[in-house]
């Protein structure tokens, strides 16, 4: 397969994937993927947009007239079909799929972010193509970080842990769940994050027993645990850090949980290896938590990667029998949740190394009373 000069690695990379699964295209909507390969951002609205990538022909994308100017930013050329609000996108799609050549086509398409709109604009201007989920193909290409992508995750890390310990310093008792999320939100921005990856979650007492709870207006109390999980987002890459707090202590029990999550944490980053499969780590991790007695309340898998997406692969889970490369970056996240009590989540961020695995947050793992 011969490549025209102006190809990205990314590009040739995606063409030789396509090419193995059998595919004639990918088509993908905005998003994570289209970013990694063009540097392109759109918002996913009523107005579709498509970019369709042949194995064997340039890069072509179907757009609003009045986001062709983002063009200008795109890594490596590629040819638009723009369409304005008052003609629709019908005739865009038709010359795109007729030029591109994509009639019986096998086209890989986003399992889980394509919509019905742009599958069905597909299906009736590529007569007879096949849409056939190729999450895979982009996983295949993403799952290692470059070194530029290293650099990013660095960089949105050091956000958030500096805008986590604006907060601390910030946190009284009284202060309502949902002031002190707004608080992060505000220091993320102002540290230089570009965006949130997820908004803040701020819980105290029995609203930590839920590990994806959404801040209230209920009061911080003494003698509670706090989780805190934010993260940024530097140049397209995203942190994601958790840490469990206590206003004035904690009973002995919730104590005694902490160090068990503590230690659960740390022994998971300690046995990340290349070789090492993903659900080894989640076992070594949740072993420490089931001989404590807690194991019924370990209610989530250990980690997820961690990239252009909050949750991408590689996922630290039963049953993932992959084999961990170097380049590969995720979390561990240990948790115990007592309903009715509370919860603790310790989560990190890790790098796979080629001798085991560099920890990217830094923030301190002990129990923190303020």
């Not at 958030?160 to 946190?171: F, P, W």
């Not at 992959?322 to 948790?335: A, D, H, K, N």
């Amino acid at each position: 397969m011969s490549n025209p000069p102006h190809d990205t690695l990314r590009m040739v990379r995606l063409r030789e994937e396509l090419e193995r699964r059998g595919l004639d295209c990918l088509a993908l909507v905005p998003g994570p993927n289209l970013f990694y390969l063009t540097g392109l951002s759109f918002h996913l609205s009523e107005r579709p947009v498509v970019a369709l990538l042949p194995v064997d022909a340039p890069p072509a994308i179907v757009l609003p007239a009045l986001e062709v100017p983002k063009l200008a930013l795109a890594v490596g050329a590629i040819t638009s079909y723009p369409y304005t609000d008052e003609e629709g996108p019908v005739r865009a799609f038709q010359q795109a799929c007729a030029a591109l050549e994509l009639a019986e086509a096998r086209i890989g398409v986003e399992g889980l972010r394509m919509r019905v709109m742009e599958a069905r604009l597909l299906e009736r201007y590529a007569p007879n193509c096949q849409l056939i989920p190729a999450d895979e193909v982009m996983e295949e290409l993403r799952i290692l970080k470059d070194a530029g992508e290293i650099a990013a995750l660095r960089r949105a890390v050091a956000v958030a842990e500096a805008a986590l310990r604006a907060v601390l310093a910030q946190v009284r008792p009284g202060m309502t769940e949902r002031e002190a999320a707004a608080l992060l939100m505000v220091e993320l921005l102002r540290g230089g994050g570009e965006g949130l990856p997820f908004e803040p979650i701020v819980v105290a007492g029995p609203n930590a027993a839920s590990p994806h709870a959404v801040p209230t207006d209920r009061p911080i109390r003494t003698g509670e645990p706090v989780i805190i999980d934010c993260g940024a987002m530097v140049g397209g890459y995203v942190s994601d850090i958790t840490r469990t707090v206590a206003l004035g202590g904690l009973p002995e029990e919730m104590v005694r949980v902490y160090e068990v999550v503590r230690q659960a944490n740390e022994v998971g980053r300690a046995h990340i290896q290349p070789g090492r499969t993903a659900q080894e780590v989640d076992r070594a991790a949740r072993q420490v938590i089931r001989a404590a007695g807690y194991g019924d309340f370990f209610i989530h898998r250990t980690g997820h990667g961690l990239g252009l997406e909050v949750h991408e692969p590689p996922y630290i889970v039963e049953g993932n029998r992959l084999s961990l490369q170097t380049g590969m970056t995720f979390t561990v996240e240990p948790g115990v949740y007592l309903p009715g009590q509370g919860g603790v989540r310790i989560e990190d961020d890790v790098l796979v190394t080629p001798g085991g695995a560099e920890t990217l947050t830094t923030f301190p793992r002990e129990l923190l009373v303020l």
